[in-house]
């Protein structure tokens, strides 16, 4: 089967991070054992602004409109994003570059699976029936979330998030609360899957936590909180530095691991400060792909603030990593999170946050059964279920 992934941005094996791109490049890696995979994923050119500049560099450089990338053939079309226009205008160029890659050069394509609602999910359930295909589209957590919040958003991504979700063949959610909310904007007959994240199990549990402390450069007595994730309001990374405080209070032991960049990036540094947290959290922003097995196997604890969530890939890999996890009780973390792999508390609650924290430092958790609570997750068994899905769509079932 050929398949047409149409996606916002698509990384490199090497640069992939964040929990959608790098399950979006799992998927695309895997799938294409077994089947013709293409990638249609714009790089996005911005006016030369002041108020761009952040995400001009965000960007990086151009790598070219085509390339293969292990089995995986890529393109990338240039996407021209313009003040108070861009919203409207950025589907609409996508649609044609779905048009022309799928016309000239990649024809014989079997179905196209978007992934999340807005901009891709929308410019592919557009172009989708001038082609001809089913389109499945994958949505995540905050596209659905944010997307149908029209006072987040505003009234026309709130309305191309709707006519996705209505108009595409097939939906996969990452978790049964996301796929409640997608049915709530879809007809009862119409499909609504649950497929989780995935994990890369052979990137996991390759070192033992005193080795990977010592390549860190982590003192081998402390107890170390993993918290990794793209700093944005979503994620809520302030509650999390207040909880780490409070727990700090009665505690030294204690080191805080923030791998991740984002908006809140000075808000955070800032919250360091005031804390007087500085010399007990590491502020690491981005790593490389193959540090952050490193820092899963470093830890005693993977730990999330967020105050909505799908299926968070770093939760996942922290279970294949035989860590527990703390976390709030928002989106599917609580599908993923059964009694005794971790604790869960409500949002934007600090204090109870803190105390989950040292409950999961001092209690002794069965890391083998974490392991295989983890190995549940592994992408060979999610890519089976998309591919299952793939199946009715081609034959009108799904």
Known sequence: ????????????????????????????????????????????????????????????????????????????????????????????????????????????VSLIHAHRCYPAGYAATLAAPLLRLPVLLTVYGSDVNAGLNRKAVGRWVSFATRQSLRRAGAVIAVSRALAERVRTVRAAALAVGVVPSGVDLSELGQSGREEARARLSLRADSRVILFAANLVPVKDPLTMLRAFGLLRDRRKDVLLAVLGRGEMEG???????????????????????????????????????????????????GFASGRPFVGTAVGGLPEVVPEGTGILVEARNPAALAGALEEALNRAWNEEGLAAHGRKFSWESVVAEIEAVYAGLKSGEA
Not at 17 to 43: F, M, N, T, Y
Not at 269 to 298: F, I, K, N, Q, T
């Open 267 to 317: 808000a955070v540094s800032g919250e360091c400060r005031s804390l007087g947290l500085s010399d007990s959290v590491m502020l690491l922003g981005r790593r490389p792909r193959e540090e952050v097995p490193l820092w899963l196997a470093a830890s005693d604890v993977v730990a999330l603030s967020s105050t909505e969530e799908g299926c968070p890939v770093i939760a996942l890999e």
């Open 1 to 108: 089967m050929k398949v047409a992934f149409v996606v916002e941005s698509f990384d490199t094996a090497q640069d992939a991070s964040g929990g959608v791109r790098l399950s979006v490049r799992k998927q695309a890696d895997v799938l294409s054992r077994r089947h013709d995979v293409v990638v249609i994923a714009p790089h996005k050119v911005f006016p030369p602004l002041g108020r761009y500049s952040a995400m001009r560099r965000g960007r990086g450089q151009w790598p070219g409109f085509r390339s293969r990338e292990e089995n995986v053939r890529v393109y990338r079309p240039l996407l021209v994003h313009l003040p108070v226009l861009g919203g409207v205008l950025e589907p609409a160029q996508l649609v044609l570059f779905i048009l022309a890659v799928c016309s000239l050069w990649e024809r014989g």
